[in-house]
């Protein structure tokens, strides 16, 4: 190893914390040391948002071109390279990798490092450089920003069985014949209804009673309701116990259905079922770094660990798994260090967009939540169906939801379960943040006709 070289701070990793902190201390002075394993950008821009949103509008094309009848327009047959929308997906996330990779690296008082990261002690940082040889750096404050990875859990026969995770399922060059999804989170829905869209057969399997489970029952059984008229095979309460690989190659999966044995066979299996924090490797025991039970850093609302000058940002620190909720944690430290600010996690409203068509997006409390905390709420819904806007343009699926303060009319929560979802949520959030009334959307001037005029008759609905 060459010897310790000094920075002002040490960030490992280059996710949605880690690149804008690195950038925002070398650009105020700080000489920083910002170290990436692979790929500039993290999960979000590598493996996550980037690459499946990209993939999941191509997934909705397909879709729409189906359905071009219904709009009086006729397509003769609608065909999907999958190659090609992977090739798609490649190029806007090396466009995307590769401009953040210019911008640090052409960024005074930055040194960008491509190695693997361990911990030697509290202020000292070992890099294996890819490039072959090491280097060892030490700095008062270090950031880890090492994100997570997709979970394997622990099923029977899964080690021999040749399953997907949500980063190699992007990697199909072939429409799957039949796949099959273990896990109705987030991750297992939007791809088992993309793939469903090219043209697999699909089939979710889900151990819980409902898909979503975060989210209200009466919210979780629309998707349901819209996933299964996609044509989405979908089993809850069902408890994989094993999975089997026949001599053609066929995947079966078994499980418990409510006091039943099922199974299904299928061409492909991706399993969706949560992510691991990357840890293991840091060796944060030389630094006395404390882990919960699952692995991830345990930190306070300043993002500090229980070691002085260590911090950990993203998901590597458990809670929340958005890149949101990584860029805000950026802008915490910023704010502290740069700024002399008394930032802090806090209670800072979480939004969050589930990426299925049509999206289903929510900030703060559900009424299951509101209702457990023994909250006075009023509580409204609004179909879809019954906004203009997705009546002309033939997206009327899903469901608006609001919760308000019955004493005081604050809006607690908002739940969007039809097309923009993420965009008409957002619009409520800010209401949120400005603390306004419910009754100032109810009573707002809308331009018509818009999506965000439904706002007016969801809102109408709780003085009904």
């Not at 890819?130 to 270090?142: E, V």
């Not at 800010?430 to 706002?455: N, Q, S």
Request: charged share 25%; aromatic share 6%.
């Amino acid at each position: 190893m060459e010897s310790s070289e000094k920075f002002d701070a040490i960030i490992i990793g280059s996710g949605q914390a880690g690149k804008p902190l690195a950038l925002a201390l070398s650009r105020a002075g700080w000489n920083t040391a910002l170290i990436e394993r692979e790929h500039v950008g993290g999960t979000c821009i590598n493996v996550g948002c980037t690459p499946t949103k990209t993939m999941a509008a191509s997934a909705r094309v397909a879709y729409l071109a189906r359905r071009a009848a219904d709009y009086g327009v006729r397509v003769p047959g609608v065909e999907v390279d999958q190659a090609a929308v992977r090739a798609r997906k490649r190029a806007i996330v090396e466009r995307f990798r590769n401009y953040g990779t210019k911008t640090l690296k052409g960024t005074a008082n930055l040194a960008l490092l491509f190695g693997a990261a361990s911990f030697v002690d509290a202020k000292t940082v070992e890099v294996r450089l890819n490039d072959g040889g090491g280097q060892r750096l030490t700095a008062p404050k270090i950031v880890i920003n090492t994100g997570g990875r997709p979970f394997v859990p622990p099923i029977a026969g899964l080690s021999s069985v040749p399953y997907l995770d949500s980063t190699s399922v992007m990697e199909l060059e072939r429409v799957p014949e039949h796949l099959i999804v273990i896990g109705g989170g987030y991750v297992g829905l939007e791809f088992g209804q993309m793939y469903r869209r090219f043209g697999a057969e699909v089939t979710i399997v889900e151990r819980d009673a409902r898909l979503v489970g975060r989210e209200d029952p009466d919210v979780s059984e629309a998707v349901r309701k819209i996933l299964e008229e996609d044509g989405i095979r979908i089993d809850t309460d069902s408890a994989v116990d094993r999975v089997e690989r026949d001599a053609a190659g066929a995947i079966t999966v078994r499980y418990a259905c409510e006091g039943c044995e099922r199974s299904v066979t299928g061409s492909h299996l991706l399993v969706a079922i949560g992510r691991r924090p990357n840890t293991e490797e840091l060796r944060l025991e030389a630094a006395g770094v404390a882990l919960d039970a699952r692995g991830f850093a345990s930190v306070d609302a300043t993002l500090q660990t229980n070691v002085p000058g260590i911090f950990a940002a993203g998901d590597v620190k458990g809670g929340p798994a958005f890149t949101h909720i990584s860029y805000d944690d950026y802008r915490i430290l910023r704010d502290r260090w740069l700024k002399n600010l008394d930032a802090r996690v806090g209670d800072r409203l979480v939004p969050n967009t589930t990426f299925i068509d049509p999206q289903l997006a929510q900030v703060g409390l559900t009424e299951t939540e509101a209702r457990k905390r023994g909250l006075d709420i009023r509580v409204a819904k609004l179909p879809m169906s019954g906004v203009a806007r997705a009546l002309e343009v033939g997206e009327s699926r899903g469901l608006m939801k609001v919760i308000v303060d019955a004493k005081t009319d604050q809006i607690l929560g908002c739940v969007v379960l039809g097309i923009e979802g993420g965009e008409i949520m957002s619009m409520v959030q800010i209401a949120m943040m400005g603390r306004l009334p419910y009754t100032v959307l109810k009573e707002a001037i809308f331009a018509h006709p818009t999506l965000a005029e439904g706002l007016n008759n969801v809102f109408l609905a709780l003085d009904a």
